[in-house]
């Protein structure tokens, strides 16, 4: 793998080191790290940079069916390919876990770290608000 592209970023949550400094993640963890907050931090969140982030949080309310998980995909494939230049995404699927609520949805990314042939998964949780009376 070309480590050069990956480098090293800080850890999150944001804690401190064995040394007292900042703790940093380096690697495939820096790269796993960055697409999580990507993907935990909503549009308009920042705002020295309003347009970072990923637009699932606008379906936490949204009905837990096939439609819902196709608009997710889309906007997690499109965050990450914007945000995230280190990595191609091979595919997105979302999915009900086997929560007995039905409300969380697992989305999982397949991604190939570039300068690499190493496919790398990943699965981020998405927590939904059931509707009244389900």
Partial sequence: M??????????FPVKTGQTGGIRLVTREREIEEAIRLILAT???????RPEFGCGIHEYVFAPVDGATAGRMAFEVKES??????????????VYPSTDPLGSTLLIDIQYT???????RTLVFPFYTIPAEGS
Avoid: C, Q
Wanted: hydrophobic content about 40%; glycine content about 14%.
């Fill in 2 to 11: 070309t480590h050069d592209i990956v480098g090293a970023g800080w850890g």
């Fill in 42 to 48: 909503a549009p308009g969140e920042r705002p020295m």
């Fill in 80 to 93: 990450l390919t914007r945000w995230e230049p280190r990595i191609r995404v091979e595919s997105v699927l």
């Fill in 113 to 119: 770290i570039l300068g690499s042939v190493d496919p």
